[in-house]
């Protein structure tokens, strides 16, 4: 094995190895065998598929079960079904000898709910957000009672090798489990952040923390919060703490805390909750979860905010106030960002330590002059994820400083932005050499040479790994066409896009090359505008102006939304053989197909009036133009 023949993640992790098989390769090559068990591990990490090692070499065997295990998740809504899992996961790693092997795991209980707050661009956030606490009551599943955790404290009892423990669940953790985490020294992670004992009803005169919810907001072992459905006043009329609360741990409470999210939800519009707002909110004392010296700062090194106003001057100003910002290396914020905001973070900020930033800039500033600053000011980043008003302008300076070092990008521009997608291709393989995700809009044509020509643009990502396409269907260059059904039928087979299309799309983007060792290995489209009624019908004019009419056609929206689909592109490393599933199925009736959209539609896909009822049987989507 050569250092060529190694990926560049890992040469540049263990670059004095490299160096080394560089220098052996004049006198005679480096066996596997001859590595050390910990370079192989680490060799197994940076493949895409493990079991492509682990047949190399007896020797490999071992270091791929060390990542194949590293990581194991218990998924179940009722008690009896996590019993199960352990059970089968305690069977199954006992005879492969992998007890040891496991370093993180993952245990979710309880239901989830649907989330659709935030449009997906490729970080699935709805579905991070899924999982919540129930304040209120014990959910179905585990409960707080020892018998229901016992299986699994004694599961961990058998895992030496565990750190990390990641819970998201309705129901808190018992505190025997706690104690049995903490004796281990495994850092805990608690995706659905409780603390009950934070809700305070407007009558209450004296309140008590419970003592077990105490013991965990303080430990030094609680590595990761998440809260989740966040607001001042709670839907049944309480005063909500939590927030505060997670405050005083952020600031130094919890010492071992790093990593933090906070989503906000909308206020309920119940009258009754209404008037409860007017209300003056008690004063949160500072000291209910303990105290500490006024000068005191946590060491926070992921701060996630989310939901209405959580973005906000005065919001970043209170985290800034309790956390050193320049211990930072992931800053997420999913809300709007004011320029003045941008331009505070830029003057009283210090983000040197910042690999990963998500920032929506609100659009009412198009010169973005305190972005721009601000992009140049912090150090390249690994990942990024910027919402904004986007023009070559912004995008080559952010490119410039950051694009050498990009892993991952998502770029979302606003309505107004003034750049093209051929642009934003074309600047991203420019200035990304290293790039392995990208999330970025394109725009359909009913597949004709420009559209594929777009596709072929991607070959230029060497490196890419995933790719994840917002595909716009909004009927833009039918301004000029005057003729209703003709407009219907472009966006029809616009958004029409089934498993063959996918694939095909896959095979232009990757010149057909599906091979296992060929790097893109993940492709996701969504057309952006699939849940749109609304689409463009053409132009007036009026002296020298142009207004684009748009209506409301009964039954388009469905029916776009039904054949558009979300589809995924998996192409199995080990052999490369390319999957195509759907990211969600949605059932349409024939009643839905009528009218003048039902016109267009069988014009375009003629069938007998007995197959109609079965039209997603006879349905093929357009192919593309070869």
């Not at 030094?220 to 741990?249: A, C, I, S, T, W």
């Not at 985290?319 to 809300?335: A, I, M, N, R």
């Not at 790994?465 to 003729?483: F, K, M, N, P, Q």
């Amino acid at each position: 094995m050569t250092k060529q023949q190694l990926p560049t993640s890992f040469c540049a992790t263990f670059s004095p190895l490299c160096d080394l098989m560089d220098y052996q390769k004049s006198r005679s090559p480096i066996r596997l065998d001859e590595l050390p068990d910990l370079i192989l591990r680490n060799i197994c990490h940076q493949l895409g598929d493990c079991r492509q090692f682990a047949v190399v070499s007896r020797n490999c065997l071992d270091p791929a079960r060390a990542s194949i295990f590293a990581t194991i998740s218990i998924k179940a809504s009722i008690a009896i079904g996590v019993h199960h899992q352990l059970a089968e996961w305690k069977k199954r790693l006992q005879q492969l000898q992998c007890l040891a092997h496991v370093r993180t795991l993952r245990l979710q209980t309880g239901y989830e709910r649907p989330v659709e707050a935030f449009d997906d661009y490729g970080d699935h956030l709805n579905k991070q957000w899924r999982h919540r606490a129930d304040v209120y009551s014990h959910l179905r599943g585990l409960s707080d009672e020892r018998a229901d955790w016992q299986d699994l404290i004694e599961f961990i009892a058998q895992l030496p090798g565990l750190k990390d423990f990641v819970y998201a669940g309705g129901v808190p953790i018992c505190i025997e489990l706690f104690q049995a985490l903490e004796g281990r020294r495994c850092r805990l992670h608690m995706k659905t952040f409780c603390l009950s004992s934070l809700l305070y009803y407007p009558h209450e005169q004296e309140h008590t923390i419970e003592r077990t919810e105490l013991q965990m907001a303080t430990s030094p072992q609680l590595y990761g919060v998440k809260l989740n459905e966040y607001d001042e006043l709670g839907n049944y009329g309480h005063f909500d703490f939590r927030l505060e609360g997670l405050l005083d741990m952020a600031k130094g409470l919890a010492p071992g805390l790093r990593e933090v999210s906070v989503k906000r939800d909308k206020p309920s519009d119940s009258s009754d909750l209404k008037q409860l707002r007017t209300k003056a909110r008690r004063q949160w004392q500072g000291t209910e979860l303990g105290t500490l010296p006024s000068w005191s700062k946590g060491s926070l090194s992921v701060l996630e905010l989310a939901g209405k106003g959580s973005t906000t001057l005065e919001a970043l100003q209170v985290w800034h106030g309790v956390t050193d910002f320049s211990k930072l290396q992931e800053l997420k914020l999913h809300g709007p960002v004011k320029s003045e905001t941008v331009t505070w973070m830029l003057e009283c900020c210090n983000l040197n330590s910042l690999r990963h930033l998500v920032l929506h800039l609100e659009t009412r500033d198009p010169e973005c002059k305190a972005a721009l600053e601000l992009f140049e000011s912090i150090r390249p980043l690994k990942e990024l994820k910027l919402v904004a008003h986007i023009d070559q302008k912004l995008l080559l300076a952010v490119l410039k400083r950051h694009g050498p070092t990009l892993q991952s990008l998502i770029i979302v521009p606003s309505v107004e932005s003034r750049v093209s997608c051929e642009m934003l291709a074309d600047l991203i393989a420019d200035h990304c050499p290293v790039l392995e995700k990208l999330t970025m809009p394109m725009r359909r044509s009913q597949g004709d040479a420009k559209e594929v020509a777009m596709y072929q643009r991607f070959r230029r990502l060497t490196c890419l790994e995933e790719l994840y396409l917002v595909l716009r269907c909004d009927g833009e260059d039918s301004h000029d066409i005057t003729d209703r059904n003709t407009t219907i039928k472009k966006v029809l087979i616009d958004h029409g896009i089934d498993p063959a299309l996918a694939t095909s799309i896959f095979k232009v983007i990757t010149n057909a090359d599906i091979t296992p060792t060929a790097p893109l290995r993940r492709l996701e489209i969504r057309p952006e505008s699939a849940q749109l009624a609304k689409v463009d019908l053409g132009c007036s004019r009026d002296e020298d102006e142009v207004f684009i009419e748009t209506e409301i056609i009964h039954g388009l929206g469905d029916v776009c939304h039904t054949i558009a689909g979300h589809w995924v592109c998996l192409k199995d490393a080990w052999n490369g053989t390319l999957y195509v599933e759907s990211a969600g199925d949605e059932e349409m009736s024939i009643d839905a197909i009528r009218g003048e959209v039902g016109a267009a539609f069988y014009e375009l896909w003629p069938m007998p009036k007995k197959y109609k009822k079965y039209w997603s049987e006879n349905w093929t989507s357009f192919p593309l133009e070869t």
